[in-house]
């Protein structure tokens, strides 16, 4: 699919095709102005791409970043104000997610913390019974602790219910153990899609002496070098190296962050 920004001749997404398999968990992620939001509003269907089309099966439920409700409403307004305006709607799964989080029914939204409405939006969706939940920058109102608990309820959500997951953030160190997608984005063009694990499996850091060119075989992401040592991280899988080479297989913070270095 294609996009063009609004109002100007720039492209805001280009050329990015991938497919996700129902029951999956994907983390997308990339710089500000990477074509996150944009790609998250074309899936959800608020935008139409100007090339290209997208395909989702079931019922899709879609949590901006800005997470838009009336202010005056109290928590169990927006759970009515849900059962109305969604032909399907599960009472007891809003419900159950705000009593993981004991949120007070009888408050005003205005009155409630950033992660307060985080868990009532969270509910909302959740309540429609989506069989895809995208969330735009969901945990970013969450100190640390809080985030890693909304991530495990949200993993339980997506084993119990069938549900496919996908997600925009910034915090790419969260993603490890939770995705077993990605999606990485920059200059509203898709870098790397794929399996999380297999990905990881793939990419290697190799480290020695200074040298203008890879010790193996295979792409290279990012090189660096210094005064006396290179560094070649090459998408090729594990290959045998000889000292005083070394290798290691890198984190997924480390792939995201190199994949993106080098787009600059």
């Known amino acids: ?46 935008l139409k791409p100007e090339l290209g089309h997208t395909s989702i099966a079931g019922r899709v439920a879609y949590v901006p970043q800005h997470k838009p409700m009336y202010k005056s409403f109290r928590v169990k307004d927006v759970l ?23 949120i007070p029914r009888k408050l005003q939204i205005e009155d409630l913390s950033g992660g307060e409405r985080t868990h009532v939006v969270l509910a909302l969706a959740l309540g429609s019974r989506p069989d895809v939940l995208m969330l735009d920058e969901p945990l970013a109102e969450l100190d640390p602790l809080a985030r890693r608990k909304v991530m495990r309820e949200l993993l339980t959500e997506v084993n119990d219910k069938g549900m496919t997951l996908i ?54 992401v990012l090189a660096k070098h210094g005064r006396a040592q290179s560094s070649f991280l ?16 890198v984190t997924l913070e480390e792939l995201v962050v190199a994949h993106l270095e080098r787009d600059l």
């Open 80 to 102: 009515e104000f849900g059962r109305r305006m969604n032909d399907i709607w599960d009472a007891d799964r809003a419900e159950q997610w705000l009593n993981r989080f004991r």
């Open 234 to 249: 090459v998408r090729s899988g594990g290959q045998r190296i000889d000292e005083p080479w070394t290798a290691r297989y």
């Open 1 to 46: 699919m294609s996009v063009v920004a609004a109002g100007v001749s720039k492209w805001a997404l280009r050329d990015v095709s991938f497919e996700l398999p129902p029951g999956s968990v994907t983390a997308m992620v990339g710089s500000n102005g990477s074509g996150k939001t944009t790609l998250l509003n074309v899936l959800a269907g608020h």
């Open 167 to 220: 997600f925009s953030t910034h915090a790419v160190g969260e993603i490890a153990g939770v995705a077993d997608r990605l999606l990485v984005l920059s200059r509203g063009r898709l870098l790397v899609d794929g399996d999380a694990d297999e990905l990881l499996e793939e990419h290697v850091l190799y480290t020695g002496p200074h040298a203008s060119t890879s010790p193996v075989e295979g792409h290279v």
